[in-house]
Antibody
Framework: EVQLLESGGDLVQPGGSLRLSCAASGFTFSNYAMNWVRQAPGKGLEWVSIISGSSGSIYYADSVKGRFTISRDNSKNTLYLQMNSLRAEDTAIYFC???????????????WGQGTLVTVSS | DIQMTQSPPTLSASVGDRVTITCRASQSIDTWLAWYQQRPGKAPKLLIHKASSLESGVPSRFSGSGSGTEFTLIISSLQADDFATYHCQQYKYYPVTFGQGTRLE
């Protein structure tokens, strides 16, 4: 079955760090660019970051640039998001999403995980 | 960043109704627009890409149209399963951006 399964969401204090993981199955992981998209409680969707299939291209939203790092391990079919210097406004459900091309261009999301909740609060 | 504005924010409808949701971009995005359906407590699901191309497995009662700055999602005959929130997304420019969503109730 083609699926994405996120993990790692938790309650963390402002200024803290967290690492999210996304395990992919049912497709050739390295053939696809992967993203993180988040949704704050009761709000709309916000794209966070993308990494191409080969890890050669990486982009971030301005709101997380310099604090978050996206990476992938194609041998483990796993996507990661290292989140540092977390702020209250980073509180959201974080979705792992697939882009139907290897390259990080004309990016849409054809497969979504169920999401993992990150809460930043003291 | 490209601003995406959906209208209406909330839409009241009944089973069997024809429903139209509009999405406007702050500048031209050609046809680089996608529509997603999100049921409560669930992840979004891609319905339409390139403004009018239906994803595999999506019922034909869903259709999309438009180009440039104005786009529409039409549900020709609303089914019980369709009560959800719908999001548009532009993907011509980085950062890709979403509309604020239209809740169909």
């Amino acid at each position: 079955e083609v699926q994405l399964l996120e993990s790692g969401g938790d309650l963390v204090q402002p200024g803290g760090s967290l690492r999210l993981s996304c395990a992919a199955s049912g497709f050739t992981f390295s053939n696809y660019a992967m993203n993180w998209v988040r949704q704050a409680p009761g709000k709309g969707l916000e794209w966070v970051s993308i990494i191409s299939g080969s890890s050669g291209s990486i982009y971030y939203a301005d709101s997380v640039k310099g604090r978050f790092t996206i990476s992938r391990d194609n041998s483990k079919n796993t996507l990661y998001l290292q989140m540092n210097s977390l702020r209250a406004e980073d509180t959201a459900i974080y979705f792992c999403t697939r882009h139907p091309l290897e390259a990080a261009t004309i990016v849409r999301f054809d497969l979504w995980g169920q999401g993992t909740l990150v809460t930043v609060s003291s | 960043d490209i601003q995406m504005t959906q209208s209406p924010p909330t839409l009241s409808a009944s089973v069997g109704d024809r429903v139209t949701i509009t999405c406007r971009a702050s500048q031209s995005i050609d046809t680089w627009l996608a529509w997603y359906q999100q049921r409560p407590g669930k992840a979004p699901k891609l319905l339409i890409h390139k403004a009018s191309s239906l994803e595999s497995g999506v019922p034909s009662r869903f259709s999309g149209s438009g180009s440039g700055t104005e786009f529409t999602l039409i549900i020709s005959s609303l089914q019980a399963d369709d009560f959800a929130t719908y999001h548009c997304q532009q993907y011509k420019y980085y950062p890709v951006t979403f509309g604020q969503g239209t809740r169909l109730e």
